[in-house]
């Protein structure tokens, strides 16, 4: 089964970088994605600068395109950068932590972290359906790399009840879904 590339979509509300970034992803055209994610994080940094929430929303979005396109230290780099900067500066019930820490949930399993990333993604899990509803699609997708991780390492036992609900959320597998949070703010 091939998983939606997870893009995380963070608080965009004009036609600019992070929005061509986007659509890049959803197209499948990784470079230009890249091209286009990497000079989202330059703006926001220089227009609010590298403490600011703003930049950890557009660094976590650069890092997530750089999980997808394989660079994996980069990727997680950047999103722990994100992160650590995230803590200083957003609300601390703020839904989008939710969709950091399932990133670095999905960075520490592609690089073969399965530890750290079960327990991103749980705590991801467990703060989406507190802050999101249980059916929210960003719940059904973390159900889907949680199951996946679960059936890596042969707990196929504890996989597909995850893996039913998310179908449940979800609907069929469908490899052109590339979008994980459709908030806007």
């Known amino acids: 089964m091939t998983l939606p590339l997870l893009v995380c979509l963070f608080a965009i509300d004009s036609e600019d970088a992070a929005q061509r970034t986007i659509r890049d992803m959803r197209a499948g055209r990784i470079p230009s994605a890249l091209a286009h994610a990497k000079e989202a994080a330059a703006l926001s940094e220089r227009e609010g600068g590298p403490d600011s929430g703003w930049y950890a929303h557009r660094l976590a979005l650069y890092g997530e395109v750089q999980i997808g396109a394989g660079l994996l230290a980069e990727g997680r780099a950047n999103l722990e950068r994100a992160y650590a900067i995230a803590q200083r500066t957003w609300p601390p019930n703020d839904p989008d932590y939710i969709a950091l820490r399932a990133c670095l949930g999905i960075a520490s399993l592609r690089s073969g972290r399965p530890r750290e990333a079960e327990t991103l993604l749980r705590r991801a899990l467990l703060d989406g359906e507190a802050l999101l509803g249980p059916e929210h699609h960003e719940v059904g997708i973390i159900l889907e790399y949680l199951a996946e991780l679960l059936?890596?390492?042969?707990?196929?036992?504890?996989?597909?009840?995850?893996?039913?609900?998310?179908?449940?959320?979800?609907?069929?597998?469908?490899?052109?879904v590339s979008v994980w949070s459709l908030r806007s703010r």
């Open 151 to 176: 059936r890596k390492h042969r707990r196929n036992n504890e996989a597909k009840p995850l893996a039913k609900r998310a179908r449940a959320i979800l609907g069929p597998p469908d490899s052109t």
